[in-house]
Nanobody
Framework: QVQLVESGGGLVQAGGSLRLSCAASGRTFSNLAMGWFRQAPGKEREFLAA????????YYADSVKGRFTISRDNAKNTMYLQMHSLKLEDTANYYC????????????????WGQGTQVTVSS
């Protein structure tokens, strides 16, 4: 079992930046593929970004490519999502995800989810 705890969400103005963190425990972190998803009210949960176990392969949704950067620190059992140029439509609950195999699109296979952290972008 893997426990995932997100942090770093909050209220930010449009155009601003925010960094989310996801702390993992329960399994060897460096054996896990990691990723970020988000879900806005009334919408389906959508894939944002993923990284392989070493962090040298990354994948992004077109909606965040060039604005968001996923990274991981295997020594700290932590993954990050650096978000820049935030837009009103980025407002959502952001979820950390882990997989024993891969989270690469088009069909990321999530095994574990975090509880989510809210990001609200204001005008």
């Amino acid at each position: 079992q893997v426990q995932l705890v997100e942090s770093g969400g909050g209220l930010v103005q449009a155009g601003g930046s925010l960094r989310l963190s996801c702390a993992a425990s329960g399994r060897t972190f460096s054996n896990l593929a990691m990723g970020w998803f988000r879900q806005a009210p009334g919408k389906e949960r959508e894939f944002l970004a993923a990284t392989n176990w070493r962090g040298d392969s990354t994948y992004y949704a077109d909606s965040v490519k060039g604005r968001f950067t996923i990274s991981r620190d295997n020594a700290k059992n932590t993954m990050y999502l650096q978000m820049h140029s935030l837009k009103l439509e980025d407002t959502a609950n952001y979820y950390c995800a882990a997989a024993a195999w891969s989270l690469a699109p088009p069909k990321p296979k999530v095994n574990w989810w975090g509880q989510g952290t809210q990001v609200t972008v204001s005008s």
